[in-house]
T-cell receptor
Framework: EADIYQTPRYLVIGTGKKITLECSQT?????MYWYQQDPGMELHLIHY???????EKGDLSSESTVSRIRTEHFPLTLESARPSHTSQYLCATSGTGESEAFFGQGTRLTVV | GENVEQHPSTLSVQEGDSAVIKCTYS??????FPWYKQELGKRPQLIIDIRSNVGEKKDQRIAVTLNKTAKHFSLHITETQPEDSAVYFCAAFFQGAQKLVFGQGTRLTINP
């Protein structure tokens, strides 16, 4: 079944560590997004990609970086984690043109 | 700029009553407007969407209306039930950036 897979689901990490949140999709979609969301709160777009080798920063200033080397894979990297990065990170995809977005189950990150 | 405003941020209604959530958008070229429901601890999921060639769409107890002239659209939930309690997000597809932009979310609570 087509889906969006995020790993890990939960992560507790110390300040200053480098981490990569993984997002893979079998939806066959070109567009992929990363959102930061505190529980039940607004979805803040931090990065998006229209396709391979295409990445853009979103509306929320972020100290993270992304890459899109393969259509299916859109990892998010934090070079030096801080307590302010504690949040849930949601990966999403959408198809060509005006179409709905599908979300992964999210990674809940805690930086101590 | 790309902006979707959603109101109210919180809404509490008695079980059986109706709930209405409203959104406005900034791009007059937008033609696609989905609504998402996010239950506690889960990912946002599409519940209904509308395209600009129709003014209203219904699916059982939920309906969405669109006023393109005024650039606003609304979600209506009738005969509310406890399982309707969730955070709801509206979104609009912005043609220039070719991406969905989400509203700030509405936390709906159904009181028994």
């Amino acid at each position: 079944e087509a889906d969006i897979y995020q790993t890990p689901r939960y992560l507790v990490i110390g300040t200053g560590k480098k981490i990569t949140l993984e997002c893979s999709q079998t939806m066959g979609h070109d567009k992929m997004y990363w959102y930061q969301q505190d529980p039940g709160m607004e979805l803040h777009l931090i990065h998006y990609s229209y396709g391979v080798n295409s990445t853009e920063k979103g509306d929320l200033s972020s100290e993270s970086t992304v890459s899109r080397i393969r259509t299916e894979h859109f990892p998010l990297t934090l070079e030096s984690a801080r307590p302010s990065h504690t949040s849930q990170y949601l990966c999403a995809t959408s198809g060509t043109g005006e179409s709905e977005a599908f979300f992964g189950q999210g990674t809940r990150l805690t930086v101590v | 700029g790309e902006n979707v405003e959603q109101h109210p941020s919180t809404l509490s209604v008695q079980e059986g009553d109706s709930a209405v959530i409203k959104c406005t958008y900034s791009d007059s070229a937008s033609n696609y407007f989905p609504w998402y429901k996010q239950e506690l601890g889960k990912r946002p999921q599409l519940i209904i969407d509308i395209r600009s060639n129709v003014g209203e769409k219904k699916d059982q107890r939920i309906a969405v209306t669109l006023n393109k002239t005024a650039k606003h659209f609304s979600l209506h939930i009738t005969e509310t039930q406890p399982e309707d309690s969730a955070v709801y997000f509206c979104a609009a597809f912005f043609q220039g950036a070719q991406k969905l932009v989400f509203g700030q979310g509405t936390r709906l609570t159904i009181n028994p």
